[in-house]
C-alpha cells in the first residue's frame, strides 16, 4: 500500500503491546499506524495459536476442490479458511479450465489468473 505516511515504527522484536498518547505532544500518523500494526499482529498470533496454521469453520468451510473430469473444470468452492492467522474468503464459486498437456502438467486458466505447468497429481 503507497502514501504519504511519515515513517513506519513498527518492530515486531519489541513485542510491544500498545502506543501511549502523552500530553502535550503531537500525535503523527506513525502512533496511529504503530498502534494498528500491534493491533493486527496480536490477532494474527492469536488466531494462529486457536485455530492453528491453518484451519476452516465447520460450517462455512471454503476452498474445497473439485475435479470434473468429464468438462476439465477445476472447481473451488466457496467459504471461509484460516492460514496463519489471515482470514481468507471466497464468497461464490469460481471455476478453471483445465487444459492437458503432454506429461504429467497442465495449465489452469481462471477468471483473473493463469497456473503454468500445475501437476494434476495435486487434484
Not at 460450517?59 to 467459504?79: H, Q, R, S
Given at each position: 500500500m503507497?502514501?504519504?505516511?511519515s515513517r513506519k515504527t513498527f518492530d515486531p522484536s519489541k513485542d510491544f503491546s500498545l502506543v501511549r498518547m502523552q500530553q502535550g505532544r503531537l500525535f503523527v500518523d506513525a502512533d496511529w499506524n504503530e498502534q494498528g500494526d500491534i493491533l493486527r499482529r496480536s490477532d494474527r498470533d492469536t488466531a494462529t495459536d486457536v485455530i492453528g496454521h491453518s484451519g476452516f469453520p465447520e460450517?462455512?468451510?471454503?476452498?474445497?476442490?473439485?475435479?470434473?473430469?468429464?468438462?476439465?473444470?477445476?472447481?473451488?468452492?466457496?467459504?471461509?479458511g484460516y492460514v496463519a492467522g489471515v482470514r481468507h474468503v471466497t464468497g461464490a464459486l469460481q471455476t478453471f479450465n483445465v487444459v492437458k498437456l503432454s506429461g504429467n502438467g497442465a495449465?489452469?486458466?481462471?477468471a483473473s489468473w493463469t497456473a503454468r505447468r500445475w501437476p494434476m497429481a495435486m487434484c
Open positions: 503507497s502514501g504519504d505516511f460450517g462455512d468451510a471454503g476452498f474445497g476442490l473439485i475435479v470434473d473430469a468429464v468438462t476439465d473444470t477445476l472447481i473451488l468452492e466457496p467459504g471461509t495449465n489452469v486458466h481462471g
